[in-house]
């Protein structure tokens, strides 16, 4: 199977399957001198880990990461300085139960991609679902760690604004909430925990699922990066939030919004700052002009559609053409949007990282000189 490669010169490739013994990343092209710790890559890794709370999937994986390669050690034995060769990263499955899948190696699930996979290449790893299982995602937040120390000043942040038909209330945003302990579900609004506690509650105990809304902000992004017409930035943000499972909308800045307002109220009006620098007065743009960062906030959406994998029987058929009825069992998360907002994150920041080099290399200087 190819296409397992993303980006041009910050370039990741994933590696691995569900229930194989260990899946991974190779980083290639992640400039020399970048400093990072193990403890930094897990912590990304941590967020998206399985089995934190009862609304999403009870596997069990520790999701502990092994940097390979690509680095070497600083004097103080844990720091890790790039090197510019190929960054390698390795996580185990420990908690793999393919027993739970046996009675439909040769059913097509409903809203899965056993039909399409067997369809296309004569087979497929029923097991989780292989390579298009979501556990896949745990090798680009690895990467995505990596990639948020390549653009200097960077920040990059998630959080989820819908689940459902509930939605955050945006005057209570609070972006330091999203980590706290008491907080589940990504959410920077504190009064909508208990609103997606009870009614996620609900949802997951009647064995159906749900799906939700993902915001991704990066602050800190210089103005000038991408390029138009087929290298745009926000093409290459919404090409990398649509390759994550489940996935079924992006949009940038206003988004599908900016179709009901009138160009007044669209276009982002501009003045001069006190320091020389423009200054916007809106941003519905999102961050990007042209395909071109402005220097603002880069906003991202994603709609990340109900898991497939629920207990009420649904109509389907089998490898062999037969009619049949199936209701999926094994850990399935309830709302797989919740464990998304990592991994949207770690996307935007890999477009943004390779975006930043492919700017140098073109103009042969950073950006604003």
């Given amino acids: 199977m190819s296409h397992n490669t993303f980006g041009h010169l910050f370039r990741v490739t994933t590696w691995g399957e569900s229930h194989g013994p260990a899946l991974g990343c190779v980083v290639d092209g992640c400039p020399p001198g970048i400093r990072f710790t193990r403890d930094e890559i897990q912590a990304e890794l941590d967020k998206r880990r399985p089995g934190q709370s009862r609304f999403v999937t009870q596997r069990r994986e520790p999701d502990e990461v092994k940097v390979l390669s690509g680095f070497i050690l600083d004097e103080?034995?844990?720091?890790?300085?790039?090197?510019?060769?190929?960054?390698?990263?390795?996580?185990?499955?420990?908690?793999?139960?393919s027993k739970d899948y046996g009675e439909i190696a040769r059913q097509?699930?409903?809203?899965h991609a056993d039909y399409t996979y067997d369809v296309k290449y004569g087979l497929r790893d029923y097991r989780g679902g292989g390579r298009s299982s979501a556990r896949e995602t745990a090798a680009r937040v690895a990467a995505g760690a990596l990639a948020r120390k390549v653009v200097p000043g960077m920040v990059v942040r998630g959080a989820l604004v819908a689940m459902g038909e509930k939605s955050i209330d945006r005057a209570n945003w609070n972006w330091n909430f999203i980590s706290d302990a008491e907080n589940p579900f990504f959410t920077p609004d504190p009064a909508s925990v208990p609103v997606f506690t009870q009614y996620l509650d609900g949802i997951r105990k009647s064995g159906s699922s749900v799906g939700a809304v993902i915001e991704i902000v990066a602050d800190g992004v210089p103005a000038g990066l991408g390029a138009p017409i087929y290298a745009k930035l926000d093409q290459d943000i919404a090409s990398g939030l649509m390759s994550i499972n489940a996935v079924k909308g992006v949009e940038i800045g206003n988004g599908f919004e900016a179709a009901r307002i009138t160009g007044e109220q669209n276009a982002d009006e501009i003045r001069m700052g006190n320091d020389g620098k423009p200054v916007f007065l809106s941003n519905n743009a999102g961050g990007i002009l042209g395909g071109i960062s402005t220097g603002q906030a880069i906003v991202a959406r994603f709609a990340v559609k109900p898991t497939s994998s629920i207990l009420t029987p649904r109509k389907s058929i089998d490898k062999d053409g037969n009619d049949v009825e199936i209701m999926t069992k094994g850990r399935h998360d309830p709302c797989v949007g919740i464990r998304a907002v990592p991994i949207g994150e770690a996307m935007v920041a890999c477009a943004i990282a390779d975006h930043y080099l492919r700017h140098r290399g073109q103009t042969g200087r950073g950006v604003g000189e």
Wanted: hydrophobic letters at 25%; zero cysteines; proline letters at 8%.
């Fill in 108 to 111: 097509y699930r409903p809203g």
């Fill in 76 to 97: 103080d034995g844990e720091t890790m300085i790039t090197t510019g060769t190929p960054v390698s990263m390795l996580i185990e499955n420990v908690d793999q139960r």
